[in-house]
């Protein structure tokens, strides 16, 4: 990503960059793409099984399950100021 695209990135997300940061975001989105493509020259890592969790974990210690009553929406919603029509307002915060 170039200067531009970080600008634009940051505007639609409502945040404000200073320059240092903005040259910061470039050198890490560089940085990052030239890790992806050191992973791309790997052999046959296309034929490689994912990785979910590097460690054998045996869990032995599940409790059980307790049903416990929950409260309906509207006790939920009788604290929130901003509750309309069974859902809470907020303000928008992206374009």
């Keep these: 990503m170039n200067k531009t695209e970080i600008k634009k990135l940051a505007e639609d997300i409502l945040i404000t960059l200073t320059p ?4 910061a975001f470039v050198a890490e989105f560089a940085y990052f793409k030239k890790l992806a493509s050191l992973l791309e020259k790997l052999p046959n890592v296309d034929k490689v099984e ?3 969790f590097p460690f054998e974990v045996k869990q032995t210690y599940l409790r059980e399950d307790v049903v416990e009553p929950t409260p309906g929406a509207k006790e939920i919603l009788k604290n929130s100021k901003n509750a309309k029509d069974g859902f809470v307002i ?5 374009k």
């Design 50 to 52: 994912p990785l979910m």
């Design 20 to 23: 240092e940061e903005e040259a």
């Design 90 to 94: 907020v303000p928008k915060v992206v």
